[in-house]
């Protein structure tokens, strides 16, 4: 059978081929490549923070310290950091501003330290593909937001969050800096740093631990002297801070010595992240991951546990950075462990439902208000329900004030019995307290007295105004009703006949 010209010509014609990407598409094909680890783990950062972000309407005090401090006018706030709270100073008024655009309560509230703990995922992802390769980049990412730790303060109005993700940016420029030595890189280094250190003091730290990694990396002299200017720069800017601070120094007397709770906890992390720094590790550039991540995991809060037996200052959440360091490990270790399997997608699936069904029940737990140390709202919606217009209130201790502050409406109608002056006209946290006498005399007026005091077990001050609050309560009062709330106890007592 005859076979058509015209079918055989097209048999035998060979494919065309299809046209090559143009050079602009291959380079955005690569560029958005280059930012799945930061985009990635910031959103997974970003829906562990929104999760439960009110944390059923509860706040606890150092976030009701936040909250009134911040809507405090500037100059108010000024005054207060020369008593007080001076290491919190630019947190403080950087919330007045949050605050001023948007006063939108608990969400406004914890939405800034959200936001920097998904930047800061983002910072700890690209810090991974700069010095270990776009996986161990992406896993690292994803590790460092669910830490339990890193979660837990992704939800609070405090500077920590802040401080996270100003450090994993100063961390890129020192990097930069090393690679590409130029002035103005040192200089944005310093300046980085330098508000890292000025949203708090112990990120001063982390500028320590960059100056290790960069020994450890035997950068060059010329580095390392650049590093020291730029960290001497660092010093002199935070220098201020320190003195008042200092100055401020009974603020930290309810901080303990490093007991064995704190020293199991750093011995974990620093064990895990040791492990996972045995063996071969990738290293790009002139700092290895490893040097660099040990640094920060490590000497931070070695460091001031140290400081902490002489004088103590040891809170997790001062260093709360130093998991950056962990998250690095974390993700180059399995980078490497996926190169030795047949099934690395498994193995990714198989570690991620393991994570999930480990962290689950305490990301669960740490979205309610029994996660922290107190519920100041709870408190006060607790006088409300106790107390009835004409009663009156006492704080014991008089620091116990942060219901008040939170939630004036809750206590509309009440009269606070010992209170001389308010916190904002006396540029104080909390405010002046009468003296003992004029305290006994206001109190004996009173029919009913509704009290929030600390949790049973608790240590009592033993100053004369505490002194005489107890005394005339046992002396003139009977209790009529106890309501136990979250690290509080709200107690209404009255004279005989007034319950």
């Not at 201790?397 to 308010?422: C, Q, T, V």
């Amino acid at each position: 059978m005859a076979v058509s010209p015209v079918l055989d010509t097209a048999r035998a014609a060979p494919r065309a081929r299809p046209a090559p990407p143009a050079p602009a598409i291959r380079r955005t094909g690569r560029a958005a490549a280059g930012l799945v680890p930061a985009l990635v783990p910031a959103g997974l950062a970003l829906a562990l923070g929104l999760w439960g972000i009110r944390r059923e309407n509860s706040m606890w005090r150092d976030e009701s310290t936040t909250y009134q401090v911040a809507h405090r006018s500037v100059g108010e706030i000024l005054r207060l950091l020369g008593d007080a709270d001076v290491v919190h100073g630019l947190y403080y008024l950087f919330m007045h501003g949050v605050f001023a655009l948007w006063d939108g309560g608990l969400v406004a509230l914890r939405l800034p330290s959200v936001l920097a703990m998904g930047a800061a995922a983002a910072g700890v992802g690209l810090l991974g593909q700069r010095l270990a390769g776009p996986r161990a980049g992406l896993a690292a990412g994803l590790v460092f937001p669910l830490a339990p730790a890193v979660q837990r303060y992704a939800q609070e109005g405090r500077s920590y969050a802040l401080v996270c993700a100003v450090v994993v940016a100063a961390t890129h420029l020192l990097l930069s800096a090393v690679a590409r030595p130029r002035r103005r890189t040192w200089a944005g280094y310093a300046a980085v740093a330098s508000l890292a250190c000025l949203l708090h003091e112990f990120a001063i730290l982390a500028v320590a631990a960059h100056g290790v990694a960069l020994y450890r990396a035997r950068v060059g002299t010329r580095s390392g002297w650049a590093w020291g200017r730029a960290a001497s720069v660092v010093a002199v800017v935070l220098a201020p801070l320190v003195i008042v601070s200092q100055q401020q120094a009974a603020l930290v007397g309810w901080i303990s010595p490093p007991g064995m709770p704190e020293l199991l906890g750093f011995g974990a992390l620093a064990l895990a992240g040791l492990g996972c720094a045995r063996g071969p590790l990738p290293a790009r550039g002139p700092v290895p991951l490893r040097d660099l991540a040990l640094a920060l995991l490590i000497l931070p809060p070695a460091l001031l546990l140290a400081v902490s037996y002489l004088h103590p200052l040891y809170v997790d959440r001062y260093v709360l950075y130093a998991y950056v360091g962990l998250a690095l490990l974390i993700g180059a270790r399995l980078d490497a462990l996926s190169r030795t399997v047949a099934a690395p997608r498994a193995l990714a699936g198989g570690l991620a439902v393991a994570a999930v069904a480990a962290l689950l029940p305490y990301s669960l737990h740490l979205r309610t208000p029994q996660s922290r140390l107190d519920d100041p709202l709870a408190a006060a919606r607790a006088v409300r329900e106790l107390s009835r217009p004409g009663d009156g209130v006492l704080f014991l201790p008089a620091r116990r004030r942060e219901p008040i502050m939170s939630s004036p409406g809750d206590f509309r109608g009440l009269r606070e019995l010992a209170l001389a002056r308010h916190a904002i006209p006396s540029g104080t946290l909390h405010g002046i307290e009468l003296p003992a006498p004029l305290i006994r005399a206001r109190m004996l007026t009173a029919g009913r007295i509704v009290t929030v005091n600390d949790p049973p077990g608790q240590p009592l001050d033993g100053t004369p105004q505490e002194r005489v609050k107890r005394e005339v309560l046992a002396e003139h009062f009977r209790r009529c009703a106890v309501r136990d709330v979250t690290g509080m106890r709200i107690v209404l007592y009255g004279r005989a006949g007034k319950c």
